[in-house]
Nanobody, 123 residues
Framework: QVQLVESGGGLVQPGGSLRLSCAASGSIRVINTMGWYRQAPGKQRDLVAAISSGGITNYADSVKGRFTISRDNAKNTVTLQMNSLKPEDTAVYYC?????????????????WGQGTQVTVSS
């Protein structure tokens, strides 16, 4: 079994900062990409930022220059530092990871999601 556990969401005023963290655990052999997605009410889930095992990052245009993604390969964690938050950043944020894991009989590769954490930007 593989689990992704997120932490760090909450309520913040416009212009403020939040830091989201996600830890992957279980029978993991290799973690490829780790990333964050978000979903606002009535909208589809969209990529916010992603980072490869080698540290290559990719950001949505709407968060470039404000959000920073980083990962600790030794701890299987990914962090999203969010600065200069805007009301339009309000959403449920989901951690995502593409990884190779031991199924009990063989190694397999798949995508896993965290349970989501609410980020609300409001005055």
């Amino acid at each position: 079994q593989v689990q992704l556990v997120e932490s760090g969401g909450g309520l913040v005023q416009p212009g403020g900062s939040l830091r989201l963290s996600c830890a992957a655990s279980g029978s993991i052999r290799v973690i490829n990409t780790m990333g964050w997605y978000r979903q606002a009410p009535g909208k589809q889930r969209d990529l916010v930022a992603a980072i490869s095992s080698g540290g290559i990052t990719n950001y949505a245009d709407s968060v470039k220059g404000r959000f920073t993604i980083s990962r600790d390969n030794a701890k299987n964690t990914v962090t999203l530092q969010m600065n200069s938050l805007k009301p339009e950043d309000t959403a449920v944020y989901y951690c995502n990871s593409n990884l190779q894991y031991w199924s009990g009989r063989y190694y397999s590769t798949g995508d896993y999601w965290g349970q989501g954490t609410q980020v609300t930007v409001s005055s």
